[in-house]
């Protein structure tokens, strides 16, 4: 089922000389250090990706299981991040920034579940809701 789309932001500490910008180039983050979530992740592998296109390999400090510890890291200004645009909103933390990527990366988010398997009648209604959603909320 089609949920929603988001896009990649970059999360900077409020210091950062590019924490000004409303949105940043990803090439100009080349020699940043980057605080990401853990390898395999659908973001980690795009992220890669794009910088791979670029031509640069970004400098990984540390990889995490969660949004919220980047997001605490970056605002102790030991790097910076690449999140999904809504988790970073939900996350904020008063000493980050939150910068829109130049070209827009962007991922769709489906929800999936098995064809022939019994669904509860919970998980039937939360689908049946699902589907009167309009698409990228």
Known sequence: ???TQDTL???LPKGHR???QKSIQLSMLCYEKF???SEHTTLNVIFMESCRQLGFKPDIKLTAHRGENLVDLVAKDMGISMLWKKPALYID???TVIIDIEPSITCEISLFYK???NL???SLRFMDYLETLPQNS
Do not use: G, R, T, W
């Open 1 to 3: 089922i089609p949920y």
């Open 9 to 11: 932001v970059a999360v």
């Open 93 to 95: 933390n008063p000493n």
């Open 18 to 20: 590019f924490a000004c």
């Open 120 to 122: 509860s009648a919970a």
């Open 35 to 37: 605080l990401l979530l």
């Open 115 to 117: 064809k022939y398997s």
